[in-house]
């Protein structure tokens, strides 16, 4: 049964012993981001801030920081088993005949229950500011003493494009200016900023909502890699096989989740920018300040007794690294509808999932590492993957050992290094320019004759079946 809200959620973490309340008064200023990131390290639970200093409102961090708990929040046993169902639905079979035709019809029907579904009021009402829409009743933190102020950090940003009224849902991440104004966080390749380059172009403003903390699925979804226009309330209702219940904005032409536990409408005016950041990032790193939209405020609506979710991000491991391998692994098998040829992929979470990818192949052709490399730089948001390291099928990935000893070992440098230059993420520091450098594609797989190599390639050393049988068999014998 799908979560209802996020506090359904929140419980179910308190009964499995996977949250701990604190009661003590605790500073959104820093202590919030240290004992997290105490508690982070460690595997630990997700932690609910009843008094957060200066709120009424409790902060609820660390809610998806464990395999258990992502689990837990898409409700599956596995999360390799998710894309395997995405997958299945994007390929129905075509009906050749009758009772074919019956067999799809439930899987058909199935997809329209999850279609977003209207309604009238929800939850998210209960409270509805619009006179003084300060942000300054909840407890937004401030993560790293460098930061440039307090930031939002789980919003789930709602825009429609200007032109086709099509919905997006991303997280981007706010900085709180003042009591009514943020800061915008799209980054250019993202859809939101889409919709805003569209409106600036005809000259208007676009419409924003902002929802913060709705159950699980929705969450996971408004950061999950999606092509461009399809529409992540969809997706978040695939995932829980229910429809997202959306409800109209106050102020603005868009509807948001009717669970929400906070809501900001506003808009963002044509051409506006204004500084943002510093921010201790999820690379590890402060991002720089940059020029970003600027988001106004019109109204505030939540839930009576409103938990304030956030993430705290910073030097790996951090809640969004477990975000981030739960995309991984649902989005491969969509990857490798495109390249059968993949047989794993590992965004190493020390790589902070832009930087560095691995992936295993089934290597066919003279060629075929590069062809992978090239195909994965041409892919939505894998496209900003900086090196890229493919090794042969029977390679380990995830085990970053194994994959050291390989590309030592198999690699010729002046050969099988590629170097090109395209896209990087906005979070890109060592690039000369922002969001464009250079690529690094590694060809780790054992090189074949076809592909120019003329000597013989070494076979790895295993010890014969037969002997360690014996040695199995006599293990005892030699007084071990
Ligand atoms: C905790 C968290 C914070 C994020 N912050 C940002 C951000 O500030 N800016 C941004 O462009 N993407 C950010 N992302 C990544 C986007 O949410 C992600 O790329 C998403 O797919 C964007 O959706 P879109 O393609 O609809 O724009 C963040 C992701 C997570 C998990
Ligand atoms: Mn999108």
Redesign the pocket.
């Known amino acids: 049964m799908a979560y209802k809200d996020l506090r359904e959620f929140i419980r179910l973490l308190e009964k499995r012993g996977l949250l701990r309340r604190i009661t003590a008064e605790v500073d959104p200023v820093l202590e919030i981001a240290e004992i997290n990131d105490r508690v982070v390290k460690k595997g630990g639970p997700a932690l609910l801030f009843e008094n957060p200093k200066g709120s009424k409102i409790p902060c609820a961090v660390n809610l998806f920081g464990s395999y258990e708990r992502m689990k837990l929040a898409l409700e599956v046993e596995s999360l390799d088993g998710v894309g395997i169902r995405i997958l299945e639905f994007l390929e129905p079979e075509i009906p050749t005949n009758l009772i074919e035709k019956l067999k799809a019809l439930p899987k058909l029907k199935r997809l329209a229950d999850f279609l977003p579904k209207y309604v009238n009021s929800g939850p998210c009402k209960e409270v509805v500011i619009k006179d003084k829409p300060f942000l300054d009743i909840f407890p937004i933190l401030k993560t790293w003493p460098e930061d440039g102020g307090k930031f939002i ?2 919003p789930m940003v709602f825009t429609k494009d200007p032109e086709t009224g099509i919905r ?7 900085h709180v200016y003042d009591e009514r104004t943020t800061g915008m ?3 250019m ?6 919709h805003y380059r569209k409106a600036e172009k005809l000259g208007k403003r676009l419409e924003v909502a902002v929802a913060i903390g709705s159950d699980p699925a929705v969450m996971y979804s ?5 092509p ?1 226009g399809v529409d ?1 309330m969809l997706f978040a209702g695939f995932l829980k096989s229910s429809s997202v219940e959306l409800v109209k904005c106050e102020t603005v032409d868009l509807e948001v989740p009717a669970n929400s536990e906070i809501v900001l409408e506003g808009y963002c005016e044509p051409f506006e920018r204004r500084t943002e950041g510093p921010f201790g990032d ?1 690379t590890g790193y402060y991002s720089l300040r940059d020029e970003f939209s600027v988001f106004h405020i019109t109204c505030i609506t939540h839930r009576r007794d409103a938990i304030y979710p956030a ?1 705290i ?1 910073g030097k790996p491991p951090m ?2 690294c477990y ?2 391998k739960a995309t991984e692994r649902i989005f491969l098998p969509l990857v490798q509808k495109q390249l059968p040829e993949i047989v794993d992929i590992n965004l190493p979470i020390e790589g902070v999932f832009h930087n560095i990818a691995i992936v295993s192949i089934d290597k066919r052709y003279p060629g075929h590492a590069r062809r992978v490399m090239y195909a994965l730089w041409g892919m939505g ?1 894998m496209s900003f993957t900086k090196m890229i390291v493919v090794v042969d099928k029977e390679v380990d990935i995830q085990n970053s050992s194994e994959v050291i000893w390989k590309i030592g070992n198999n690699v010729d440098p002046k050969r099988d290094v590629v170097i090109v230059e395209g896209p990087l993420d ?1 979070l890109e520091h060592a690039s000369n320019i922002p969001a464009y450098g250079g690529k690094m594609g590694i060809d780790a797989t054992k090189k074949w004759k076809s592909e120019g190599f003329m000597r013989d390639w070494p076979n790895e050393i295993v010890m014969s079946e037969e002997i360690k049988q014996l040695v199995d068999k006599r293990w005892k014998e030699y007084g071990f």
């Open positions: 950090t789980l997006n849902c991303g997280m981007y991440r706010m966080h799209w980054h390749h993202k859809d939101g900023a889409r408004s950061t999950a890699p999606l461009e992540e999820h993430t991000v809640e969004d975000i981030a948001q906005v």
